[in-house]
T-cell receptor, first 109, second 114 residues
């Protein structure tokens, strides 16, 4: 399958911004997604971006896409303790979804 | 409306036993997916059902794994002769139509093989 890579851990202080990064390998990706997984729960879709866009903003969330470098990031402004979770990026390439390993975000009060 | 549900939420079994995991997709969703999430790894695609078409089984890791979807709704993932490396969280997702549609995930079944 395709490689979708994320760093495993991120810690930030409450109120700071969090930036979670993701790299992917398939240049034919059509959509890229960010999911959130809270402990004991399934994945929840946070936001997605079409591959011909380079930025999408949704309240505290900003998604940046650098298609040339195949780099996707999720910025969470004013991070709260409730944002502590695992964040997965995913790409839709061809007819298949590929998910990253997930980044565990810890928000320190 | 109700989301994707899965049962059981936790399953502990002995090596060599068979297990069945159940998924109830969102009503009206024609596409259903099974994934496996192992510790420290990303989601691994297992199988995809779309309407009445033949399922895409390309992700099933061995012939011990099989899945059915009855009546275009509920799906069962069966693992025969379980092995310790089968221990993982098994996630089910559904989407309205095709693979390009947003997937909605269930809470998963945590399988532990002793």
């Amino acid at each position: 399958g395709e490689d979708v890579e994320q760093s495993l851990f991120l810690s930030v202080r409450e109120g700071d911004s969090s930036v979670i990064n993701c790299t992917y390998t398939d240049s034919s990706s059509t959509y890229l997604y960010w999911y959130k997984q809270e402990p004991g729960a399934g994945l929840q879709l946070l936001t997605y971006i079409f591959s011909n866009m380079d930025m999408k903003q949704d309240q505290r969330l900003t998604v940046l896409l650098n298609k040339k470098d195949k780099h996707l990031s999720l910025r969470i402004a004013d991070t709260q303790t409730g944002d502590s979770a695992i964040y997965f990026c995913a790409e839709l390439a061809g007819n298949q979804f590929y998910f990253g390993t997930g980044t565990s975000l810890t928000v320190i009060p | 409306g109700a989301g994707v549900s899965q049962s059981p939420s936790n399953k502990v079994t002995e090596k060599g036993k068979d297990v069945e995991l159940r998924c109830d997709p969102i009503s009206g969703h024609t596409a259903l997916y099974w994934y496996r999430q192992s510790l420290g790894q990303g989601l691994e695609f297992l199988i995809y059902f779309q309407g009445n078409s033949a399922p895409d089984k390309s992700g099933l890791p061995s012939d011990r794994f099989s899945a059915e979807r009855t009546g275009g709704s509920v799906s069962t993932l069966t693992i025969q002769r379980t092995q310790q490396e089968d221990s993982a969280v098994y996630l089910c997702a559904s989407s309205l139509n095709s693979r390009g549609d947003t997937q909605y995930f269930g809470p998963g079944t945590r399988l532990t093989v002793l």
